[in-house]
């Protein structure tokens, strides 16, 4: 079964993990350092992360996914749901 990508949500998270590891003032390295993930790849929108993944990174960012979603869902890329095209 081929994985689902939705490129447009896949650049929202991106742009949300830059703007909370930008705000914190923390460098790739650093959080790769402390959490073994390469947030770059994410960053790029172009790596699709797990749950787990986010996970991990939001504990080191001391966020609730409930927050980040929230977060990610306020940007223009990421439309949730649209009647339009419901199947």
Same mark, same amino acid.
């Given at each position: 079964?081929?994985?689902?990508? /939705? /490129?447009?949500?896949?650049?929202?998270?991106a742009?949300?993990?830059?703007?909370?590891? &930008?705000?914190? $003032?923390? $460098? !790739?390295? /650093?959080?790769?350092?402390?959490?073994?993930?390469?947030i770059?790849r994410?960053?790029?929108?172009?790596?699709?992360? $797990?749950? $787990?993944?986010?996970?991990?990174?939001?504990?080191?960012?001391?966020?609730?996914?409930? &927050?980040?979603?929230?977060?990610? &869902? !306020?940007? &223009?890329?990421?439309?949730?749901? /649209?009647?339009?095209?419901?199947?």
């Open positions: 079964m081929p994985q689902m990508r /939705d /490129d447009k949500l896949l650049i929202s998270i742009l949300v993990l830059k703007e909370l590891r &930008e705000s914190r $003032s923390v $460098s !790739q390295q /650093d959080v790769y350092l402390e959490t073994n993930v390469h770059g994410i960053e790029n929108g172009k790596t699709n992360p $797990s749950v $787990s993944t986010l996970s991990v990174l939001l504990k080191y960012f001391r966020i609730r996914m409930s &927050e980040f979603y929230t977060m990610v &869902e !306020q940007r &223009e890329l990421f439309v949730p749901y /649209d009647d339009e095209n419901a199947f």
